[in-house]
């Protein structure tokens, strides 16, 4: 069965930076559209980052534009997300996702995308 799975959480001062990975087996990614996603305590899943199959166009929630980036490297099967310039308010979960369907994206809507991965955590503190 497909597993995502997340790593590289954790607590970090404001002003800091993390790096996730996301590693995926018995999915090849290579020409699959990936995303990122967060889920705040008490709040609705958001769109973090995301990007196309081909890695040539990447899209960005307003929030983070600037401070995150996506990337991917089909050859290790991994997708990486680096958080600079954290505050606060980027304290959540956050979570890895990947489109079955083949080429297309970035798409930045949950139900977009077929497998997810059990989330990584990431606390900022002020």
């Known amino acids: 069965q497909v597993q995502l799975v997340e790593s590289g959480g954790g607590l970090v001062q404001a002003g800091g930076s993390l790096r996730l990975s996301c590693a995926i087996s018995?999915?090849?990614?290579?020409?699959?559209?990936m995303g990122w996603f967060r889920q705040a305590p008490g709040k609705e899943r958001e769109f973090v980052a995301a990007?196309?199959?081909?890695?040539?166009?990447?899209d960005y929630a307003d929030s983070v534009k600037g401070r995150f980036t996506i990337s991917r490297d089909n050859a290790k099967n991994m997708v990486y997300l680096q958080l600079n310039s954290l505050n606060p308010e980027d304290t959540a979960v956050y979570y890895c996702?990947?489109?079955?369907?083949?080429?297309?994206?970035?798409?930045?809507?949950?139900?977009?995308?077929?497998?997810w991965g059990q989330g990584t955590q990431v606390t900022v503190s002020s």
């Open positions: 990007i196309s199959s081909t890695g040539g166009i990447s």
């Open positions: 018995r999915l090849t990614i290579s020409m699959r559209a």
């Open positions: 996702a990947a489109k079955l369907r083949l080429l297309g994206g970035p798409y930045s809507r949950p139900s977009e995308y077929d497998y």
